[in-house]
């Protein structure tokens, strides 16, 4: 017996070249419905599939809402969330009432097998440790070395999560004066004009983590 | 029989990709020659094996793409270069200026895009209009979101309002409106919650 798998996104780019991929499995059956995630719950279920699969690609909330909408009419509804951007989604998709949240950088092999154990009723979400690891790969493996120190780039982080000097002066346990000299350095060796660019900066060229 | 066309992909969404990659392989007029997310990589495979075509991601990784097309034209004159999801005019427009042969919309389903790949290899040029916004971005109206983006330049209000052709003033009670809708103090911590909230691009 085959499983109908629906693959519900915004990009009919990504979600069309996704079900490409998963048709090669000769037991999935598997549509694609690409509108806008604020559409009637009738129209996403509609086929009843057995798993349906929610792409976040480039309105994660919008998903997340669109999840809840559906369990709330459907609570039997088997729902797998597709993390694009952000692998660290897990939790929250759990919490709104999808069975489970794989990243974009599985292999289909890996989403078959997640795909088969969700419609037989289990909870598939990346636990911290994947979590980890899948940050690791994105962000610290391939971090590119920068002009600051570690403790400029520590300062950094702060501005960057909107922490004032007095705040930071906390965080680092250094005196006000020297944060403020920190900023002077990093201002001066990155060539900008604000804290904010720099921190920007700093998170383009992937020196700090983003967010 | 004619040569087959060399396609290179640039995207971080491997699982998709290797959708297209598969599509690309039953095709015999289409030849994909390889896939990489890591700016450094795709130019050294570019280098060793030459290709017709580059697919390339919107925002790929560590690098700005309108700079990153200069780069590769002057290096591959040859070459053509096709963003895929573009989503922003600004965007769009540097990458036209960059030397970019078109793009490939997000809302271009699979059976569309090997014909555009043909056109595109015959020299023609592919700019269809943007597609629309998604839900999270209509919580602001478009010029909201076009002040949005000048501010996460880290441009002042008078230098928004003069590259807009409006008053401070303007740009003054937009940016009220806009941290009001997004509920938020600051002009920074607006630009971080779009970003969060997916109605600008990351970083």
């Known amino acids: 017996m085959s499983i109908h798998v629906k693959i519900v996104g915004t990009s009919e780019f990504i979600s069309g070249y996704l079900a490409v991929e998963l048709r090669r499995f000769k037991d999935l059956s598997v549509s694609t419905y690409c509108k806008n995630l604020t559409e009637p719950v009738e129209q996403i279920i509609e086929g009843s599939p057995d798993v349906l699969i929610l792409d976040m690609y480039q309105d994660g909330p919008a998903a997340l809402a669109l999840a809840d909408r559906v369990v709330e009419q459907v609570p039997e509804a088997k729902i797998l969330i597709l993390g694009i951007d952000d692998y660290h989604h897990g939790p929250s998709a759990v919490d709104a009432g999808a069975r489970g949240h794989v990243w974009i950088k599985k292999s289909a092999t890996e989403l078959r097998s997640i795909i088969e154990n969700i419609r037989q009723g289990q909870i598939v979400c990346p636990n911290e440790e994947e979590i980890r690891e899948m940050s690791k790969q994105v962000l610290e493996g391939r971090r590119p070395p920068s002009p600051l120190s570690k403790r400029h780039l520590r300062c950094l982080t702060l501005i960057a999560k909107g922490y004032t000097n007095k705040e930071i002066v906390r965080e680092l346990k250094c005196r006000p004066f020297t944060v403020k000299e920190h900023i002077r350095t990093i201002l001066k060796v990155l060539k900008v004009g604000s804290r904010y660019e720099a921190a920007d900066l700093a998170r383009k060229h992937r020196w700090i983590k983003a967010g | ?203």
């Open chain 2, 1 to 203: 029989m004619k040569t087959p066309i060399r396609i290179f992909v640039h995207h971080r969404h491997s699982l998709p990709i290797a959708g297209l990659i598969r599509q690309l392989e039953g095709d015999p007029r289409f030849r994909p020659i390889g896939v990489s997310d890591d700016a450094g990589e795709t130019l050294r495979m570019l280098v060793a094996q030459p290709a017709d075509i580059l697919l390339i991601e919107p925002r790929p990784r560590g690098v700005h793409l309108p700079e990153m097309i200069r780069k590769l034209k002057e290096k591959f004159p040859e070459l053509k270069i096709l963003p895929t999801e573009l989503d922003r005019e600004k965007h769009l427009r540097d990458c036209r200026a960059a030397g970019a042969s078109g793009y490939v919309p997000h809302n271009t389903p699979p059976v569309m895009v090997l014909p555009i790949l043909l056109r595109v290899h015959q020299g023609e040029e592919y700019w269809p209009k943007l597609p629309r916004a998604s839900a999270t971005r209509r919580i602001l109206t478009p010029r909201q979101i076009e002040i949005l983006e000048h501010v996460a330049e880290h441009e002042s209000n008078r230098e928004i309002g003069e590259k807009l052709g409006i008053s401070e003033l303007t740009v003054k009670t937009q940016m009220h409106e806009i941290q009001e809708k997004l509920a938020v103090e600051g002009r920074h911590r607006a630009v971080d919650c779009a970003r969060i909230l997916g109605i600008l691009p990351p970083l």
